[in-house]
């Protein structure tokens, strides 16, 4: 359903067609604001449901946002909170943070021109976040908060992110999980390989399930696997993942399938990293981040025994966040595991890296400083 926002120019009614990657509905009312305007004033506007459509200088406007983001009030952390008290009160400051900030628009042209004084060109960055303008073309109004992330993640892929267990990049796509922690993938690089694929690589199958840009499916062809099938259930993962496995010349050895969790059929080892918190995601871009009810997770484990063939091996890499934030117990992952019918061969540990563990400014910031991430090594029960 096409969604139209209205807002009037001195006495001239203008219409635009409203977009918002995370599904956030057409804003209820929209004025015009520009370099006059002032972060109290937007603040106030925003928080009262009005949208404020930008027409004037482009910095000027990505500091109206930052002045508008220190006027949000943080709850302040209490120890008397329980961890799961305290990630959904993350979560809900997180919600309003973003409803606030995501009232502040911009227009785009037709072509994806941002016509404001000093913009940059985000043509590019655009066409590959939003795809070819849609018909009929019109004007399109965005967030600019939005904005700034379709922009980000334009640069993110066209640098793109060192994977040295790959010795070489790899590119993330607007929406798609990044590699940015390289812990996990060192894991999956690293473990050693069940028997029979440890004899034949070349001869063996893997299956990367959830593979987002295709990082350990090009781990597990680097390993010298000889055929990968990665699949995954966002179209924008797909994508992403073919570019990579065309950047670094693997199609011979890769399918890219879906959108699914388990293609057809049995493989030697079937990896699966899926996001580690159970829950509800709010719009797609957190589909790499939060299993709702940990579906990804079940479906993983009570579809391994029947996909991986005899001698093989499932490999799970799960961090252990979600039980220090109180949302899943290790019982219940070990009572998964058991009703699907399989047995812990092995676990391998590892500790995050990533400079969040380290912030003690971050909300969540007891429970990340414990976390550990781990490798399940899974064969079916005899
Ligand atoms: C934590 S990310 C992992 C991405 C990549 N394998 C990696 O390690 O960087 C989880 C991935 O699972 C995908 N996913 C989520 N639910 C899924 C489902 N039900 N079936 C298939 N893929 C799913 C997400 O789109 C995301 O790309």
């Known amino acids: 359903m096409v969604s139209t926002i209205h807002w009037t120019e001195g006495h001239t009614s203008r ?30 506007q925003a928080c009262e449901g009005t949208a404020l459509l930008w027409q004037g200088d482009y910095h000027n406007a990505r500091q109206l946002l930052q002045a508008m983001r220190r006027r949000i009030p943080r709850t302040p952390s209490t ?48 066409l590959e976040a939003y795809g070819p303008p849609k018909e009929p073309r019109e004007p399109t109004a965005v967030s600019l908060r939005e904005l700034l992330g379709v922009i980000g993640a334009h640069q993110w892929r066209s640098k793109g992110i060192d994977v040295p267990a790959l010795g070489t990049r790899i590119h993330p796509h607007y929406g798609v999980f990044a590699p940015t922690r390289g812990e996990y993938v060192d894991l999956v690089s690293q473990t050693p390989l069940p028997p029979a694929p440890r004899r034949h690589p070349a001869a063996t199958t893997a299956f990367d399930l959830g593979t987002g840009t295709g990082v350990l499916a090009a781990v597990l062809a680097h390993r010298g696997i000889g055929r990968v099938v990665a699949t995954d259930i966002s179209p924008r993962a797909l994508a992403c993942a073919r570019d990579n496995i065309h950047r670094l010349a693997l199609t011979e050895r890769i399918d890219v399938s879906g959108p699914t969790l388990f293609p057809e059929g049995r493989a030697d080892l079937v990896v699966c990293n899926p996001p580690w918190l159970p829950a509800r995601p709010v719009g797609p871009l957190e589909q790499g981040v939060y299993d709702p009810d940990s579906t990804m997770l079940h479906t993983f484990l009570t579809g391994l025994p029947t996909h991986v063939r005899p001698g093989g091996e499932g490999w799970l890499v799960l961090s252990d966040l979600a039980e220090h934030l109180g949302l899943r117990t290790r019982r219940q992952l070990l009572d998964a595991i058991r009703s699907a019918h399989l047995r812990v061969t092995d676990r391998i540990d590892t500790k995050p890296r990533h400079p969040r563990s380290q912030d003690t400014t ?10 550990t991430v781990s490798l399940w090594r899974l064969t079916p029960a005899p």
């Open 362 to 371: 971050d909300p969540l910031h007891m429970a990340r400083s414990a976390e």
């Open 79 to 126: 120890p008397t909170v329980s961890p799961s008290g305290s990630f959904h009160l993350h979560r809900r400051d997180s919600g309003h943070r973003a409803r606030v900030l995501g009232k502040l628009l911009v227009l785009l042209d037709d072509d994806y021109t941002l016509a404001l004084h000093r913009a940059p060109d985000v043509r590019r960055a655009c």
């Open 15 to 44: 219409s635009a067609r409203w977009h918002s990657e995370s599904g956030v509905p057409l804003p209820r009312r929209t004025v015009v604001a520009d370099d006059r305007t002032t972060a109290k004033d937007a603040y106030r």
